[in-house]
């Protein structure tokens, strides 16, 4: 089954403590990318990758890194995680590019205390 | 800088009857627009997009959206809605950017509720 999946799905977890929240997809997309969603607010770009080894700054890249070192997986890194940051987290990919659509992952919910 | 109006933050409708989402972007520059939905506790999925030609565009469970460039809006519309269509709707625009059209933003979100 084509699928974006994410883990963990839930996550509590204290200020300052580092955390990665995997990404992976088995439709070989080329394009990745993360957004957090808030209430009122939407859905907000992270970053984003084209390709292995070529990410690019959403929206609301301060705060988190990424690597994209397998075409399949792209994880999202939270050096010191901050209470700012909890939110509701989605991966997707797509094939060649946001013109595309995007599959989404289940969800992340991250809170920070 | 891009961005994305979506007008009504809420929208109470009776089930079977016609609805409209309206969707405003801000770009100066060639775009490509995107509706998502998102049913409660799930990821979003593609409702429908435009690229290219045709104004009118046409998604999956009878949703249609149209174009209009001169007033940078592309509304969303449905001529008999379902209890099944409660959920929060988005729309999204990819902008470009140099060579890529690569970034989305997205809207605040409309949530539609299907009155019985």
């Known amino acids: 089954e084509a699928q974006v999946t994410q883990n963990p799905r839930y996550l509590i977890t204290v200020t300052g403590k580092k955390l990665t929240v995997t990404c992976s997809q088995n439709m070989n997309h080329e394009y990745m990318s993360w957004y957090r969603q808030d209430p009122g607010l939407g859905l907000r770009q992270i970053y984003y990758s084209m390709n292995v080894e070529v990410t690019d700054k959403g929206d609301v890249p301060e705060g988190y890194k990424v690597s994209r070192k397998e075409k399949r997986n792209f994880p999202l890194i939270l050096e010191s995680p901050s209470p700012n940051q909890t939110s509701l987290y989605f991966c997707?990919?797509?094939?060649?590019?946001?013109?595309?659509?995007?599959?989404f992952g289940p969800g992340t919910r991250l809170t920070v205390t | 800088a891009q961005s994305v109006t979506q007008l009504d933050s809420q929208v109470p409708v009776f089930e079977e009857a016609p609805v409209e989402l309206r969707c405003n972007y801000s770009s100066s520059v060639s775009v490509y627009l995107f509706w998502y939905v998102q049913y409660p506790n799930q990821g979003l999925q593609l409702l429908l997009k435009?690229?290219?030609?045709?104004?009118l565009v046409k998604g999956i469970n009878g949703f249609e959206a149209e174009f209009n460039k001169s007033q940078t809006s592309f509304h969303l519309r449905k001529p008999s809605v379902h209890i099944s269509d409660t959920a929060e709707y988005f729309c999204?625009?990819?902008?470009?950017?140099?060579?890529?059209?690569?970034?989305?933003?997205f809207g605040p979100g409309t949530s539609l509720s299907v009155i019985p």
């Open positions: 997707a990919s797509s094939f060649r590019g946001a013109r595309n659509e995007q599959y």
């Open positions: 999204a625009v990819s902008a470009q950017e140099g060579t890529s059209y690569d970034k989305v933003i």
């Open positions: 435009y690229l290219s030609g045709s104004t």
